[in-house]
């Protein structure tokens, strides 16, 4: 997108408000399956708690995608937004047993990733196809709190308890047609995630009646100038080449499946603020804007970094600021981060802003959530009006006390 676009959307809609390139979207999609093209039977499940507007959805069942769901509720939202039930695979963690048998009932694939409940729902359920998730007890990214396949995770069921998985099958007649994993986001080193897929096929093995395996995803993208990112064609070329090695062994072909969120709609996403205040103490110049952690907390939650463009003055002199929001916390974007000189007033864009930003946002100190817009076909859609005072009170019930 163009300056000049983002500069009309902050007009149109105000601010603050998220906007999402639709062309980004499908470029990276279409990046990860031209790298992973030699693969007869290649699944992408877009992982839809990064981004889960319905108007996204359609877009990625447009695309070809399928759905990564992680709650009944997802679910629901991808069945609104027309996914079949065999185009989406629920991944739940922690989750009642009730919630379960509901998206069974729905008739989606399920992927259970815990003992206990693979038992139960085995013993109640054998004619219900089940993929298994694996902690592999590799982690391939940098951040402990994004990193899922480390050997203290709650997630998966521990390669170490494949005895135990075995058991449960044998003495349930249960159908297991998918083993999957997911090591975590920011996969830094390729030779990491394809030492836990070589985890994931000696897995594989025990189970003759496989349709798929899923690898999870996990790629990381760029979030600054000359910032490392997942090298994706090199990682199509390596685990292409050992996944159609793996079916010859196996004795059939296999669908290839990944649940990419971050790597489809992080760099499609932009957070358009007005700067309210510039408020210069005696070792910082401030720059306090219309938002907060209440509807991007990224950076304070994960410390993660977003770069940060003036669009009012694109060309203007750097000079070193903090920008900070309006909630009652320190809710800081960025510090002393150099920035075209901000007047009061100015529009600020934060970049990467398209998975686990909106979806993760609040109504902190009774702030109202955003407007988000969907660039598409060189023009500005709104695809969720901005909250009003009625929504927040929507739910509440007034009593006499």
């Known amino acids: 997108m163009k300056i000049e676009d983002l500069q009309s959307i902050a007009k149109t809609f105000s601010s603050p408000v998220y906007v999402y390139d639709a062309d980004k979207i499908s470029s990276q999609y279409q990046r990860l399956t031209n790298a992973f093209a030699n693969v007869p039977h290649l699944r992408i499940n877009y992982a839809m708690k990064a981004l889960s507007n319905l108007s996204i959805l359609k877009l990625m069942k447009k695309l070809g995608a399928g759905l990564d769901t992680v709650s009944i509720q997802e679910v629901q939202l991808g ?39 693979l038992e139960q729902f085995g013993s109640k359920h054998p004619e219900v196809p089940v993929c298994i998730r694996i902690n592999p007890h590799v982690m391939a990214g940098g951040n402990a709190n994004i990193s899922v396949g480390h050997i ?10 494949i005895p135990h998985i075995l058991r449960i099958v044998e003495n349930t007649k249960m159908h297991i047609n998918g083993i999957h994993m997911h090591t975590g986001s920011d996969i830094l080193d390729i030779d990491v995630f394809l030492y836990a897929a070589e985890i994931l096929f000696e897995t594989a093995k025990h189970f ?23 090298n994706i064609e090199e990682l199509g070329e390596r685990l292409s080449s050992r996944f159609l090695e793996f079916c010859k062994e196996y004795g059939r072909d296999l ?3 990944f649940e990419p969120g971050k790597f489809l709609v992080s760099q499609a996403g932009y957070f358009l603020v007005k700067v309210n205040v510039i408020k210069q103490t005696t070792s910082t110049v401030f720059a306090a804007v219309d938002s907060g952690f209440n509807h991007l907390i990224r950076p304070m939650f994960y410390g993660a970094t977003h770069y940060i463009e003036n669009i009012s003055n694109p060309q203007g002199r ?15 974007f960025a510090s002393n981060k150099q920035i075209a000189e901000i007047t009061e ?5 934060f970049h990467n802003a398209g998975a686990y930003c909106y979806t993760m946002a609040s109504n902190y100190n009774s702030r109202l ?33």
């Open 79 to 117: 069945l609104r937004a027309g996914f079949a039930p065999s185009q989406i695979i629920f991944t739940p963690n922690g989750v009642s047993m009730n919630e379960i048998e509901e998206a069974m009932q729905l008739g989606v694939q399920l992927n259970i990733d815990n003992l206990s409940f």
């Open 152 to 161: 203290d995770s709650k997630f998966g069921i521990s390669i170490h308890q």
């Open 208 to 230: 003759k009646d496989l349709q798929f395996i899923d690898f999870g995803s996990g790629f990381k993208v760029p979030y600054k100038e000359g910032d490392i990112q997942t």
């Open 255 to 257: 669908t290839l499946a």
């Open 318 to 332: 750097k000079r070193f600021y903090s920008v900070v929001g309006y909630v009652c916390e320190t809710d800081t």
């Open 345 to 349: 007033g100015d529009i600020l864009c």
């Open 369 to 401: 959530r955003p407007a988000e817009v969907l660039w598409i076909n060189n023009e500005a859609k709104l695809i969720r009006k901005a909250e009003s005072f009625d929504d927040l009170l929507r739910n509440q019930i007034e009593i006499d006390v």
